[in-house]
């Protein structure tokens, strides 16, 4: 096996992760500048935010059926233009709107690379590594994350309002790497198999495959394709009682990572500081540099621990340690006015805590769970369900995160510190309901044959009892 070609493989097509990454990152950053620079209000902020993502529910309801009709190589290749020029587009919109529809646009691109990219990586990656090398994808959206708050932090500049558009150009040049190392790579041997072009996916794997294991991994690729084949549609799911807590646990596990406010905390960071009595926006874009580091981290420490402690043990230590730091940056903000600096300060430690709580349980859990409950027959449907999931419950909260704030604000008599800690109070909440819901319905599927969920759901065994 050559080593080198596959990793080499994998890293390019991993750009596409760190673009991910970096894309849903840099809005934070620019947040500040932006608004000062366009005049722009709280709740643009919020569309301009959402729109990304609504850009993304859209690229990854289409790239399934894109990627399967002209190949996974050719959908990420387009990706990487949609990266490219949607940088630029961000970079140059001379107004609001141009702004919106670029975000838009860029999303779209941040939905086909969170689908392609794995499914690309898994599909050229040798059996015995292909574990490590699909998380690298998952980790390199954590760097992307943290390259988007370095970049900010550098670029970030209280004399210069402008600086915004310099952050999103950066975004060009991890585009060029992507759209350039694509062009270079083959295409995947298993979708070139599905559309019968077998001496092609055997020419491609004898540059980084055993020989000997050659024909074992054609016909495995085959035995796999023909299965899914026989999956069953979206309507026929809906339509199988047994189906009903797969179906249910793919929802409310893609709620509950989301409605605890990561990504409040993501893509308003800067803000949230600055609402923390952070002086100007170098600092608070520096502030946020600090939540990058964590969540790369922990992120590496969850591959160590979700399958020594199992899914049940991580989440409810995930999700208790969110309802206590959550309820410290409550408090924090709630008392801001008595605290002063030790206040600004907590809600900075505080928030790491709740970002490394978050990395090692919900960040990973949600994605591994929508994998492990659903049967072969209906995982691609089960999968589109969990992604769509995922970015709607991310929009709803991203689009009401200010709006929450200004209603708590009013309630408090136009305090917008209590405000604040009222929303963090809210996410606490959804956490501890979270717990709850853990409890009676989250399966402990660690070491759980994929055959033996299936045939426990049709025996109308419940999640806890698996």
């Not at 979700?306 to 959550?326: N, Q, S, Y």
Request: hydrophobic share 50%; glycine share 10%; with cysteine.
């Amino acid at each position: 096996m050559n080593k080198n070609f596959v990793w080499f493989m994998a890293a390019i097509a991993a750009t596409g992760g760190l673009l991910f990454g970096f894309d849903t990152g840099v809005i934070s950053g620019a947040i500040p500048f932006m608004q000062a620079d366009l005049n722009i209000t709280d709740s643009q902020i919020e569309d301009i935010t959402t729109f990304a993502l609504i850009g993304a529910m859209i690229g990854a309801l289409v790239s399934g059926a894109l990627s399967d009709r002209f190949g996974r190589r050719t959908v990420i290749l387009v990706a990487a233009v949609i990266f490219l020029l949607g940088a630029l587009w961000c970079g140059m919109a001379p107004d609001v709107t141009n702004l919106m529809l670029a975000r838009i646009f860029l999303g779209v691109g941040i939905g086909i690379a969170s689908f392609s990219t794995p499914l690309y990586i898994a599909e050229i990656s040798p059996a015995r590594i292909r574990g490590t090398l699909v998380s690298m994808f998952q980790l390199l959206i954590t760097v992307g994350l943290l390259g988007a708050f370095l970049s900010d932090s550098a670029i970030a500049d209280n004399t210069d309002n402008s600086c915004w558009r310099t952050m999103f150009y950066v975004g060009v040049v991890p585009a060029i790497i992507l759209l350039v190392g694509m062009l270079i790579l083959p295409e995947s041997p298993r979708w070139l198999l599905s559309k019968q072009r077998e001496d092609e996916a055997r020419k491609i794997m004898r540059k980084y495959e055993d020989p000997a294991v050659i024909e074992t991994e054609v016909s495995n690729m085959k035995n796999d394709l023909q299965q899914e084949s026989n999956q069953m549609g979206l309507v026929e799911t809906f339509q199988q009682k047994w189906m009903f807590y797969p179906l249910m646990l793919a929802a409310l596990i893609m709620f509950f990572q989301q409605a605890v406010g990561i990504n409040t905390v993501i893509y308003y960071g800067p803000s949230i500081f600055q609402k923390a009595g952070f002086a100007d926006s170098e600092a608070a874009v520096m502030a946020q540099v600090s939540v990058g580091v964590v969540n790369v981290l922990f992120t590496i420490v969850s591959l160590f621990l979700i399958d020594k402690l199992g899914r049940r043990k991580l989440f409810f230590l995930g999700m208790t340690g969110m309802v206590t730091t959550l309820l410290l940056i409550a408090l924090c903000f709630a008392n801001l006015d008595t605290m002063g600096d030790a206040g600004r300060y907590g809600i900075v430690g505080s928030m790491l805590g709740y970002i490394a709580f978050f990395a090692v349980s919900m960040g990973p859990l949600g994605w591994l769970i929508i994998t492990e409950v659903f049967p072969v027959k209906v995982r691609g449907v089960g999968s589109s369900i969990g992604s769509v999931a995922n970015w709607t419950f991310n929009s709803l909260i991203v689009w009401t995160f200010f709006k929450m704030i200004k209603g708590f604000t009013k309630f408090f008599n136009d305090n917008d510190a209590l405000g604040t800690a009222g929303v963090f109070c809210v996410f606490a909440i959804v956490a501890m309901v979270g717990i709850v819901w853990g409890y009676f319905f989250l399966p402990e599927t660690r070491g759980k044959k994929l055959e033996d969920i299936e045939a426990h759901w049709k025996n109308g065994g419940k999640p806890i009892d698996l």
